[in-house]
């Protein structure tokens, strides 16, 4: 997958659909159409997943607050998105148990209980049964549990994944069915003939050349910048999208000597808080915080990290500090607006909009159900665009690297089948074989594979989501800047004065990502 390809490809100026945005729903939707077989392009003003498809959890759930809440629909389809998803994708999705703790007499029948709903409503797509766990048995399984007033608990099972390396297989997926798919291409404007949108104005943000394009159905699947689209189309519309933020910390190993995670059932707040061994560090989150304005790199608030530290400290039994933070990150949520609710009691479900002029328009939803929200705004998009009707392949269509039987302790997992090609890289040249760092998992080789194969531009796109890098260590990845530039440099012949102004640019970025002092 080359940008220069797929650059190539822009000679073609008709298209069937014409994605705007590359996060989960866009790369979803793209996938969807292209194996159908529609021509499809996608194009992404920054980079594939830059905004919140690479700040999640790290989870493939069915969402056990929105039990809580009584929204069983919502349950339903995520555990049935779950249970596909394990089975397209088993190189990126492995199974991750889960313990919710008891310190009261009422918390262990009661969640014990809404466990076995949750596995029943999984049905024959679920993963392991949930199971009643003594005090004893609890503190061999996490030694690192708070044990006073401890009661027990009951252990379960969910999906776990890395959200970004998902993002770049379904746009690996769509290009092996014949999209089109770009980053760094911006919509600067819609082109009209009579009050009908007929295509697009894009920008290379790398050129600054610019091009239209048209398509005869335009989707906008931009998450949080959905109503800026919609506001292009038509200046008057109100707004739909309530952005809420979410943070997680990243916290060293030795906090949850297990590799159980942990979920907190009910906090100060009303959500539940996550406690997840990722990458060989304890990832920890999150907050739901309403915000008023936009970014695509939203900065974590002091409020949401001493919430997360505070509750994490009453479950471990070694709390946490502000000095043992390794990174910390903040996505929005695209949450639907429903005037005077509070952002937790906001809607997960996915609503798909078409304007007068015919734009659809695909917000809300989660990683979870990503295939289900695009299946859905294609089905729209054929009745808008008049396209030939065609089914939806995408229930059981194996994703790009499709392989059964990995481990995921393997930092190479998520490759799939492309390993193999990766290590034609690493043959190339002894050093490739070298770690960026002895603190993270990442081989020089692999950027080059992802300036390659993954169409990575810059020191950011490496470091922040081909890699995990500034996610796992913020300061690791600030050292390991320069030679990330390097390297990039070389395979992109690029000058020593690119090299500098991508670390500095870096060095800035990555700054957000520590807590300050």
Known sequence: MKREDMLRNLREDQWDVIIIGGGATGLGAA?????????????EQHDFAKATSSRSTKLIHGGLRYLQQGNIALVLEALRERGRLCQNAPHLIYHRAFFVPSYKWWEGPFYGIGLKIYDMLAGKLGLEASKHLSREETLGALPNLEPEGLRGGTLYYDGQFDDSRLAFTLAQTAADHGATVLNYMKVTSLIKDKNHLKGVVVEDQETKEKKELYAKVIINATGVFSDDIRHMDKPEVPSIIQPSQGIHIVLEKHFLESETAILVPHTDDGRVLFMVPWHDRILVGTTDTLVKEKSLEPKPLEDEIEFVLKHAGKYLAKRPKRSDILSVFAGLRPLIAHQGKKTAALSRDHSIIVSETGLVTVAGGKWTTYRKM????????????????CPCRTKTLQLHGWLDQVDPSDPWSAYGSDRKNIEKVLNEDPSYR?????????????VIWAVREEMARTVEDVLARRTRSLLIDARIAMAVAPLVASLIAKEREMPKSWEESQVKEFKELANIYLPQR
């Open 434 to 446: 070298e770690l960026l760092s002895n603190r993270l998992p990442y081989m020089k080789g692999e």
């Open 31 to 43: 996938v969807d159409a292209a194996s159908r077989g529609f021509h499809t392009l996608l194009v």
């Open 374 to 389: 695009a299946e859905d705004v294609i089905d729209k998009a054929i009745v808008v665009g008049s396209l030939t009707e």
